[in-house]
């Protein structure tokens, strides 16, 4: 996974709440929340970015995301600090 982002930018991350809802609640340096066995993460290749930044707003789910499983509870958490 570290070699991965040697190349790519992480540009977005959405929680999967269909795989075993079982949820972790996690306070690390760099995160806080409850987090559950399977994020999706989309990536980038650096060298089709010109410029990035990292957003302010690091909720999850964003407004752009939807339930894998309408059924089932949201899963979120917020990112409080970038490294």
């Known amino acids: ?3 991965a982002f ?3 930018y992480l ?3 959405h929680p999967n709440n269909c795989c075993d809802h079982n949820v972790d609640i996690f306070t690390v340096k760099n ?5 559950p066995n399977v994020l999706e993460l989309t990536f980038i290749n650096k060298n089709l970015v010109k410029h990035a930044e990292i957003s302010n707003n690091q909720h999850h789910p ?3 995301d939807m339930q894998n499983c309408p059924e089932n509870d949201s899963i979120e958490f917020d990112i409080i600090t970038i490294n």
């Open 62 to 64: 964003s407004l752009i």
């Open 11 to 13: 540009v977005h991350v």
């Open 1 to 3: 996974m570290f070699i």
């Open 31 to 35: 995160a806080k929340g409850r987090i």
């Open 6 to 8: 040697d190349h790519f």
